[in-house]
């Protein structure tokens, strides 16, 4: 299967502080996706990695990419508790049009 | 620009009945999808789209059926409904990468909450 992998499942942080999800998968990718979900509510895209890149920033957010241990990171740094959410990252195959998402992990971050 | 919206964004229905989840775009994105998420889980997706005329199944086809007639529009039909489908629906847009075979980034809906009783 070429879902990934989330670790850990859930993660409570003191506002200010850095917090670090993982995502691990099995196949070869194109690109891989973070996403984050507030409760009840759509996804939204943070941040897209391609398979030849091993690091990408935006604002607060830090993405790192490990192809040959098929592994990526997402780093939050100086967390609010706005981040509070649920996190997934998606991966895009090569040589295929389905994404395919993890199970996510929930973020909890206290005021 | 609206995005990508959804209608109903709640429904019940009873086994055995049919009903269509609607989902629009005016993104001009090429490529669309639907995605189920149950509690606690992530998404998985049903069938996508890469244009008009085009559909593929995902993971989780059974007991629904997609068309795509026009470029914007993307609806989930229900064929018979049952308790497992009981579930969030989500519908997604991207552009395509012209001969890359691969996702960009989603835009998502927000979601249609389907209960099946």
């Known amino acids: 299967s070429q879902q990934g992998e989330e670790d850990p499942q859930a993660l409570s942080i003191q506002e200010g502080e850095n917090a670090t999800m993982n995502c691990s998968y099995k196949?070869?990718?194109?690109?891989l996706q973070w996403y984050r979900q507030n409760s009840g509510r759509g996804l939204v895209h943070l941040i897209l990695?391609?398979?030849?890149?091993r690091e990408k920033h935006s604002g607060r957010l830090r993405v790192t990419l490990d192809t040959s241990k098929k592994s990526s990171s997402l780093l939050i740094t100086a967390s609010r508790a706005a981040d509070t959410a649920s996190y997934f990252c998606?991966?895009?195959?090569?040589?295929?049009?389905?994404?395919?998402f993890g199970s996510g992990t929930r973020l909890l971050v206290r005021p | 620009n609206a995005g990508v919206t959804q209608t109903p964004k709640f429904q019940v229905l009873k086994t055995g009945q049919s009903m269509t989840l609607q989902c629009a775009q005016d993104?001009?994105?090429?490529?669309m999808s639907w995605y189920r998420q149950d509690p606690g889980m992530g998404l998985r997706l049903i069938h996508y789209?890469?244009?008009?005329?085009?559909?593929d199944q995902g993971e989780v086809p059974n007991g629904y059926n997609v068309s795509r007639s026009t470029t914007e529009d993307f609806p989930l039909r229900l064929l018979s409904a049952a308790p497992s489908q009981t579930s969030v629906y989500f519908c997604?847009?991207?552009?395509?990468?012209?001969?890359?075979?691969?996702?960009?980034?989603?835009?998502f809906g927000p979601g249609t909450r389907l209960t099946v009783l």
């Open positions: 789209s890469v244009g008009a005329g085009i559909t």
């Open positions: 997604a847009s991207s552009r395509t990468s012209g001969g890359v075979l691969s996702v960009n980034e989603q835009f």
């Open positions: 196949t070869s990718i194109n690109n």
């Open positions: 990695i391609r398979s030849n890149e």
């Open positions: 993104m001009n994105h090429e490529y």
């Open positions: 998606a991966l895009a195959g090569d040589s295929s049009y389905k994404l395919i």
